[in-house]
């Protein structure tokens, strides 16, 4: 089977979108498949064609961008070309180009697949420009596809683009990359506390409200506590990002937090069993999921996380970790305060049901059924 996938950015960026399709993209490659991704050349320095992991990689160059929005006018001739013989055309959104994608993959024969993994927004005049034509795009990419992949019911459920394909929808989890090489248990905190977060460094990620929360918390918690932060900064220009990094620059400055940049597999995992407690504050609605929670629950560390759609469900699935109302910075202290001095409300659950639960052979497989099914 030809497998075609397009997406914005694809590895070696970081992101929660890059990192969920690149272990599916290697699966289906390791099963025998012919598996190709187009993706913008995001960095001039990465090569314009490679192959990595049995995936061949084909990354188109950008003429301009349009706030994270790329313009790329030899996009459509480069799925043209590759489309060819194509059985599965799978697109990942958010993608402005989805809608040209979608329809080169149709003119070529090929079956045409969605994951429509988050809605997107961005401020300013511009930004809205730019959301209501990725909107359109995305819709057009929505009527071209045979069957659109959702990460769970629940973000779906407040999505006003699944409700319009709601008959074509399915849900399909993302999986998890970064999958620890033994199962650790659940110790419980003694202090000095570590509080960590995981993602990028970016205003969408409500890092300020991680930052407005410590006062909060240290009036609460009588006990020394450091907030580890890791994860790659946004591209220059990224609205509202200098003001952010320059809030954390000042903490750090103070000893309230530490920056570790961004951090390699090994590394990564040993920061994740080092924290007691790991804090995804995100109150918008481009965060449908959020896997490095998972990621820190597998290496026993529970999580305390916005009671956001889609965001819940691993502590819901759970109970490993505490959720609070989104937005609320005394509120975020208190549910930190309880998993640092009381642990998860419901107790630990065994490293091998977590293991079960995520495992990702369960999304690999579902995937195989999905694209045998429609060819």
């Given at each position: 089977?030809k497998i ?8 070696p ?10 272990p ?18 995001h ?11 049995g ?5 188109v ?31 990942v959104?958010?993608?402005?180009d989805?809608?040209v ?16 993994v ?5 401020e ?6 730019a ?16 069957r659109?992949?959702?990460l ?8 006003r ?13 993302v ?8 199962q650790?248990a ?12 995981v ?6 990620k ?8 410590i006062?909060?918390?240290k ?5 020394p ?7 790659p ?5 990224t609205?509202?990002a200098d ?5 954390i620059?000042k903490?750090?400055a103070?000893g309230v937090i530490r ?5 390699e ?10 924290i ?10 481009i965060?449908?999921?959020g ?9 026993g ?13 691993p502590?819901?699935e ?8 989104p937005?609320?910075?005394?509120e975020?202290a208190?549910?930190l ?7 998860p ?31």
């Amino acid at each position: 089977m030809k497998i075609v996938y397009t997406t914005t950015y694809y590895s070696p960026h970081i992101s929660g979108l890059t990192r969920g399709l690149a272990p599916i993209a290697e699966h289906m490659a390791a099963s025998g498949h012919e598996v190709t991704v187009i993706c913008e050349l995001h960095d001039p320095e990465l090569k314009a064609e490679e192959i990595i992991a049995g995936v061949r990689i084909v990354r188109v160059p950008v003429w301009v961008f349009v706030g994270k929005g790329p313009l790329m006018p030899r996009f459509w001739f480069t799925c043209h070309r590759e489309m060819k013989g194509a059985d599965i055309v799978h697109i990942v959104a958010p993608q402005a180009d989805s809608m040209v994608a979608a329809l080169a993959a149709r003119l070529r024969g090929a079956r045409v697949v969605m994951s429509y993994v988050c809605s997107f927004t961005t401020e300013g005049p511009a930004g809205w420009i730019a959301t209501q034509a990725l909107r359109f795009s995305h819709l057009g990419a929505g009527f071209f596809s045979l069957r659109i992949v959702a990460l769970s019911e629940d973000y779906a459920s407040q999505s006003r683009f699944c409700a319009l394909f709601n008959r074509k929808l399915m849900f399909i989890p993302v999986p998890v990359p970064n999958l620890p090489p033994q199962q650790v248990a659940w110790q419980r905190a003694t202090p000095p506390y570590s509080i960590g977060f995981v993602g990028r460094i970016s205003p969408d990620k409500s890092l300020k409200l991680l930052l407005d929360a410590i006062p909060h918390l240290k009036a609460v918690l009588d006990a020394p506590f450091s907030v580890e932060i890791a994860g790659p900064q946004e591209p220059p220009g990224t609205p509202n990002a200098d003001d952010l990094y320059a809030l954390i620059e000042k903490a750090e400055a103070e000893g309230v937090i530490r920056y570790h940049g961004v951090l390699e597999e090994a590394s990564l995992d040993r920061f994740y069993r080092r924290i007691d407690v790991l804090v995804l504050p995100s109150n918008v609605r481009i965060e449908a999921y959020g896997m490095v929670q998972v990621e820190a629950m597998l290496r026993g560390t529970p999580c305390v996380v916005s009671d956001r759609p889609g965001m819940r469900l691993p502590v819901r699935e759970t109970g490993f970790g505490v959720l609070f109302p989104p937005g609320n910075a005394q509120e975020l202290a208190r549910a930190l305060r309880q998993v640092l001095l009381e642990g998860p409300p419901n107790g630990a659950p065994k490293p091998e049901v977590l293991h079960e639960h995520f495992a990702p052979g369960n999304v690999f497989a579902a995937f195989d059924r999905l694209y045998a099914g429609l060819v």
